[in-house]
């Protein structure tokens, strides 16, 4: 598994651009809290 990983850093590392992360990485509260999500499960 390190070895794809190191493949896509590599890839990552020619050309930031070209890769988009379209996941949520910093969670929100706010947003959370809309979906009804209370914040102690965002800390878990």
Do not use: C, Q
């Not at 896509?8 to 910093?26: C, G, K, M, T």
């Amino acid at each position: 598994m390190s070895d794809i990983n190191s493949l896509y850093e590599s890839f990552i590392l020619e050309d930031p651009a070209n890769w988009f992360w379209v996941h949520n990485r910093w969670k929100n509260p706010d947003r959370a809290k809309k979906r009804g999500i209370t914040t102690d499960a965002l800390e878990t």
